[in-house]
């Protein structure tokens, strides 16, 4: 049913307190064991952390802005820090845009994606279906064909195709 303090909570006062305290006997601070003793000095069984509740984060709008947009559709965004949030913001975009031709241009692309890993930006982009190239874009871009679709109409008609609501 839980967990009831016993009279550990007087002596981890005596001893250690603060965090050390929580730590030491099952709580997350010591401020947990002030009130886990509260309830026990109620007589009541302190009941906690035995279970968990499952919860949604709501849905939240967010907004991509290119850096530019050549003639023929393709979108080239140019970066020198590629971090996990913007990273993980382009994997957004091209599951709800699969139609959009993103490409990078990267400061150095075989840096690693975190200081100490071994993956590379250049690795990442293969990974997930990237095109990318280095300092400047490759003049082969300005001349093929881009998207079947202009990347403005797309974007007008929202994620997966649902209306944009302005």
């Known amino acids: 049913m839980g967990r009831v303090i016993p009279d550990w909570v007087r002596k981890a006062k005596q001893g250690t307190t603060g965090k050390k305290a929580g730590f030491k006997h099952g709580f997350r601070s010591g401020d947990e064991v002030r009130v886990g003793e509260q309830i026990a000095a109620h007589s009541m069984p302190v009941v906690y952390e035995t279970f968990k509740l499952p919860y949604m984060v709501p849905e939240k709008r967010h907004f991509y802005t290119p850096d530019f947009l050549l003639p023929n559709g393709i979108l080239v965004e ?30 150095r692309s075989k840096a690693p994606i975190n200081p100490g890993s071994k993956t590379t930006l250049a690795d990442w982009c293969i990974r997930y279906g990237y095109q990318f190239a280095d300092k400047l874009i490759p003049e082969s871009w300005f001349h093929e064909q881009g998207p079947e679709q202009d990347p403005r109409d797309l974007i007008k008609e929202g994620p997966y195709g649902y209306a944009h609501k302005g």
């Open 78 to 107: 140019v970066k020198g820090i590629f971090d996990s949030t913007d990273r993980a913001k382009h994997l957004f975009v091209k599951a709800q845009f699969p139609g959009l031709d993103i490409r990078f241009v990267f400061t």
